[in-house]
């Protein structure tokens, strides 16, 4: 992530980033350049979202959520403290997050598990993600699917649980068979899958 340069009281504000007249951004939030937070949305002191991201309207972030660059926030989407969330990574309407298993009114643990969205992984609308665990890099869940435990880089991911139902390229489409272990897409680009794990080829 880029350094920020311009400070605007305890709050970084990129000079280039946008945010909406009807937008709430806390003091102590960072925002980086171009990126553009949209009408309801509310961004809580410590949040620290990269470049070029679009937070949609009527979204919550919460002050230990890490963005990174080229990050998509589609409407209706609350992120809770423990979330990182790495560049490039998709996350469509209504997608919900959890950071407790065992969540009790007015009882607060001393920290909050982690959960990583890792570069380029992608998240259907209505998706459910429980806390403490890893969705992997260009992963696909999707839509309606309940992830409770951690997905491999490039596995698609459907149902509730959500299980592997094949992989996919970084380009987002479904890898097609092609002997052995090969996979390849139709963007040209070619694969290896063994033991649950998919791995692009150089």
């Not at 679009?54 to 660059?69: A, K, L, P, Q, S």
């Not at 990574?89 to 643990?109: C, E, H, I, W």
Request: charged share 20%; proline share 6%; hydrophobic share 40%.
């Amino acid at each position: 992530m880029t350094p920020l340069p311009v400070p605007f009281g305890r709050t970084l504000v990129h000079p280039e980033a946008l945010v909406h007249a009807n937008a709430v951004v806390d003091s102590g939030v960072t925002l980086g350049s171009r990126t553009r937070v949209w009408a309801f949305a509310h961004i809580a002191t410590g949040a620290v979202i990269g470049e070029d991201c679009n937070i949609c309207d009527h979204t919550f972030v919460e002050g230990n959520v890490r963005i990174g660059d080229r990050v998509t926030i589609k409407c209706g989407v609350y992120l809770w403290d423990g979330l990182r969330i790495e560049d490039d990574v998709f996350v469509g309407p209504s997608v919900v997050f959890t950071n407790a298993l065992r969540p009790r009114s007015k009882q607060y643990p001393a920290e909050y598990p982690l959960t990583f969205l890792k570069q380029g992984s992608s998240f259907g609308a209505n998706c459910t993600i429980l806390p403490d665990l890893t969705v992997g890099r260009w992963a696909m869940v999707g839509a309606g699917a309940v992830v409770t435990r951690s997905v491999p880089d490039y596995a698609l991911v459907l149902g509730n649980p959500a299980k592997i139902h094949g992989w996919v390229c970084r380009c987002g489409e479904k890898l097609i068979p092609a002997g052995n272990d090969s996979l390849s897409c139709s963007c040209g680009k070619t694969y290896r899958s063994a033991e649950g794990e998919c791995r692009e080829q150089s």
